[in-house]
């Protein structure tokens, strides 16, 4: 029976994958972006050899991204509540409702206040004749800036309110059928035999359709027409060169990809909570981190000019192909998380599909 959920109840009913995904999404822009940008910004400062005066037009700049990323740890943590709910969950409306209101005092805190004040000597830059200016005051007054800000955040909150009541029906639909699986204790069980007999066609093809287009149709075209490519781009020869190694990396990609379309046909032909679908889902995944790795010829691929330097850091240095290796790395760790969650997932979902299976006609399936 349908009814109404209690903030308590709506506070069980959340999403981990979703809200760890919100914080380290959160955590990249708010935090480690800023940070790096500040890092590269005074290393940049220093070698252009600026004169010590002009700097201070600076610092009040770099304090203002520090107060932004220090202050925004909140928002980051409240990131993970506000993801994890569904709309129409009075968890992710109070969440809301907590980060944009702290969402004011981080603006406070960014802005000093609402005053900003730089400072320059410029007794060195203005000393020609009779003209002489030995200090230059600026007060930014961003008060006007900041009421503008608070009224959008205020705006926002009378949104969540809105996106509350009319995504309210939607979630309760899920809500009780997510309550409906969580209460329920399958009476009946199947077999991998059976799980690997059922399933649809409609979704499996299409998802193989989509594969072969993104993995094979397009890298053959570009392959294929790939003179014309450089002619109509007008590459020259060092272009030419880099572009054919690109082309060497397409041809990996739909080559060593075609088990993957095999794959993508399977995995969305069963459904979650499957054992069939688990089978297929962990061995696309484990493919894929080879499928990656075969691409850039076993992480050794170096790429074709100099990158120089990009990156460093008291005594690391990394160019591009130290970096190339790490995003590789990143992408097979990322891979490694998904097969996880894909077990997650199955647990998750075992009982709504054994419950659907029951209220079909449970007797078949016994063993």
Do not use: C
């Not at 009913?13 to 790096?36: N, Q, R």
């Not at 003209?131 to 909150?157: C, H, P, Q, Y």
């Not at 880099?242 to 088990?259: E, H, N, Q, T």
Request: hydrophobic share 50%; charged share 20%.
């Amino acid at each position: 029976m349908n009814y109404s959920s209690t903030l308590g109840e709506d506070l069980r009913f959340g999403s981990w994958g979703k809200g760890t995904l919100a914080v380290i999404t959160s955590l990249f822009s708010i935090v480690i972006l800023p940070l790096v940008l500040i890092y590269i910004v005074e290393g940049l400062i220093t070698e252009m050899g600026l004169e010590e005066e002009l700097l201070s037009v600076f610092d009040p700049m770099m304090e203002m991204i520090w107060r932004f990323a220090i202050y925004g740890l909140p928002v980051v943590a409240l990131a993970f509540f506000k993801k994890s709910y569904d709309k129409g969950s009075k968890a992710k409306l109070l969440f809301n409702l907590i980060s944009l209101a702290y969402s004011i005092l981080w603006i406070y805190f960014i802005f000093d206040g609402g005053a900003m004040t730089i400072s320059v000597d410029t007794s060195s830059l203005f000393t020609d004749g009779d003209f002489s200016v030995e200090n230059i005051d600026a007060v930014l007054m961003l008060n006007g800036f900041i009421i503008v800000m608070i009224g959008l955040i205020l705006f926002k909150m009378l949104l969540a309110f809105t996106s509350y009541g009319s995504n309210r029906e939607k979630y309760m639909e899920k809500f009780n059928e997510t309550k409906a699986d969580r209460e329920y204790v399958p009476r009946i069980k199947t077999t991998f035999g059976y799980d690997l007999k059922h399933g649809s066609a409609g979704r499996g093809l299409g998802s193989a359709i989509l594969k072969l287009i993104l993995i094979m149709v397009i890298p053959y075209l570009i392959i294929h027409y790939s003179e014309l490519i450089i002619e109509a781009l007008e590459l020259d020869t060092e272009m030419v060169e880099i572009f054919d190694v690109v082309l060497d990396l397409l041809y990996r990609v739909a080559f060593y990809g075609m088990p993957l379309v095999f794959l993508a046909f399977f995995t969305k032909f069963y459904e979650k909570g499957n054992k069939a679908w688990l089978m297929f889902r962990i061995i696309g995944l484990l493919y894929t981190i080879v499928w990656v790795w075969l691409i850039f010829e076993m992480g050794e691929f170096v790429l074709p000019f100099d990158t120089g330097i990009l990156f460093e850091y008291g005594e690391y240095a990394f160019d591009g192909n130290d970096i190339l290796q790490l995003a590789i790395l990143i992408i097979v760790v990322y891979l490694l998380l998904k097969t996880v969650a894909a077990l997650l997932t199955f647990r998750g979902k075992r009982k709504r599909y054994l419950r659907k299976l029951e209220e079909s006609d449970g007797n078949q399936y016994r063993n």
